[in-house]
């Protein structure tokens, strides 16, 4: 059996854990939104027309943020179509997904479920086929409390109170080909500083997210993000970062260790956003939006014929997840808190449906992917601060991402409970590792509250709607106590997560 270490110290605090970390994604892109979230002729929909099932399973997700409406959507929505009478909206063509768009489904009524929901809206703003105008038109409608056109629309649409969004998107991925609107840098910095600095004027507290590159693999990925920021930096307060992962070619290696482009990806536009603050000479430290992120089988979407005709809601990317896809996914997870002093918000994409943790047939059930179980766990169990772990494991080669460490691992420690909890994956497909968790610099002795582990011997099992526990996390049952240290067994190809409590004061 291989054999690996941590050790975890409470004084070694990267960040607090960021709630908004949690964040997910709804688009008006294939079933998302319409028998995603809203279904109103189904049996379980509530008053407002919204699954209660699907409901009730975001809320066991654990999801604080939610960015909408998109996406590539954003960059040809015109927000009004979506407000007032419903027999009164445009059914318009949605060119990024070659869809039409109903638009029964609005700011309002996506609102309306997101406080059903309990979660915090990440705002879009159109910056592909409109702009400024646009940009504090929108904001008026949904922000300011009363006594403009825009604001009593609002109030004679149900919502006499403001909806008081403040982390708002400038746009989504301008620096794509394949984006309405799409621009170089230089137009797209000028755009995002002039709509900020119009934003800010409307109401100076907002945060403003400006969109930075939507691939590493970009071959614009560094200087994009170096010339919108020169144009942004004092006007912004985080730049977005996009990334999907996928088995290529039968690489499962490669693909396991996906978590190690994401570090690097992180570690690039950090250096990238301080290299421009400090020519600018700025005191301010731009964070991180890692606004889209996910496995995505990307090469298998881009192969499909493009739709014959318009349709709406059609099926689209609905990626079945497996085994490996979830430690993936709980790995990314590591990832983002193992950066939680500069990746203060992330929303993996997306929700309902579409390369989502959630998946529903129309009239039929709602049920959780693989890919559910590791953001849940994570989501509940993460509070307090995430520390700086010293990790010791063997490696093994991969083709895409060279020599990598088969144990990755994040923890959190919360002083006002004394918890502290471990994430781990093994990335190894043949061996389980033995990891050994030293806490001798904890004052108090810990002891199990609980511990979990997801995997399986088939890599490749799903969940369907006939059979929707078919995977999902179990009690871990090899692990053992020797004084201030923990010993567990992860298995092959596994996610797992330690939850200690203290035993005693020492003293």
């Known amino acids: 059996m291989l054999v690996a270490s941590v050790v975890l110290d409470p004084a070694a605090i990267v960040a607090p854990v960021r709630r908004r970390m949690f964040g997910s994604f709804v688009e008006h892109m294939g079933r998302c939104v319409y028998t995603g979230i809203y279904e109103p002729d189904h049996p379980l929909a509530d008053e407002d027309g919204f699954r209660t099932d699907v409901l009730a399973l975001t809320r066991e997700l654990g999801v604080t943020l939610v960015r909408y409406p998109g996406g590539n959507f954003v960059s040809g929505y015109r927000w009004e179509d979506g407000i007032g009478p419903r027999e009164h909206r445009p059914r318009r063509r949605d060119l990024a997904w070659h869809s039409i768009e109903t638009n029964e489904v609005g700011i309002d009524e996506f609102a309306r479920w997101a406080a059903k929901a309990d979660v915090e809206i990440m705002y879009a703003v159109n910056l592909g086929t409109r702009g400024v105008q646009e940009a504090l038109d929108v904001h008026e409608y949904l922000n300011h409390p009363e006594g403009t056109a825009l604001s009593e629309l609002r109030r004679a649409n149900g919502a006499a109170k403001p909806y008081g969004i403040t982390l708002w998107c400038l746009g989504n991925e301008m620096d794509g080909p394949w984006q309405l609107g799409h621009r170089s840098a230089h137009e797209y910095g000028l755009l995002a500083a002039a709509t900020a600095r119009a934003l800010r004027s409307a109401e100076p507290g907002l945060e403003l997210v400006a969109c930075g590159s939507s691939s590493s693999s970009m071959p614009t990925f560094g200087t994009w993000e170096t010339t919108v920021l020169e144009h942004a930096y004092d006007l912004v307060d985080y730049v977005s970062c996009h990334a999907y992962y996928e088995e290529l070619d039968g690489d499962l290696g490669s693909f396991l260790a996906s978590a190690v482009d994401m570090d ?244």
Do not use: M
């Open 264 to 507: 690097h990806f992180v570690d690039s536009i950090v250096a990238t956003a301080d290299s421009v603050g400090a020519r600018l000479r700025s005191k301010k430290k731009i964070n991180l939006s890692f606004d889209e992120w996910n496995v995505w089988y990307l090469s298998r979407f881009q192969g499909q014929e493009p739709p014959a005709g318009w349709d709406v809601a059609p099926r689209v990317i609905e990626d079945e997840y497996n085994v490996a896809d979830a430690v993936v996914v709980g790995n990314l997870l590591i990832s983002l808190l193992r950066h939680s002093d500069r990746v203060t918000a992330a929303c993996q994409a997306q929700l309902v449906n579409v390369i989502a943790p959630i998946r529903t047939e129309p009239g039929g059930p709602a049920w959780r992917q693989t890919i559910f179980h590791p953001f849940a766990k994570t989501a509940a169990l993460a509070r307090g601060n995430v520390l700086r772990t010293r990790l010791t494991s063997p490696t093994y080669a991969t083709a895409r991402h060279g020599e990598v460490p088969i144990v990755d691992a994040a923890a959190t420690h919360d002083p006002e409970s004394g918890d502290v909890v471990v994430f781990a994956v093994n990335r190894d497909q043949t061996d389980a590792v033995k990891l050994t968790v030293d806490l001798r610099l904890f004052d108090q002795k810990p002891r199990l509250a609980e511990a979990w582990t997801l995997t399986d011997d088939d890599l490749r099992a799903t969940n369907t709607a006939r059979n929707p526990d078919r995977v999902r996390p179990r009690a871990t049952e090899r692990l053992s106590f020797d004084g201030d240290t923990i010993t567990v067994v992860l298995p092959r190809v596994s996610w797992n997560a330690i939850r200690l409590q203290p035993a005693r004061d020492r003293r």
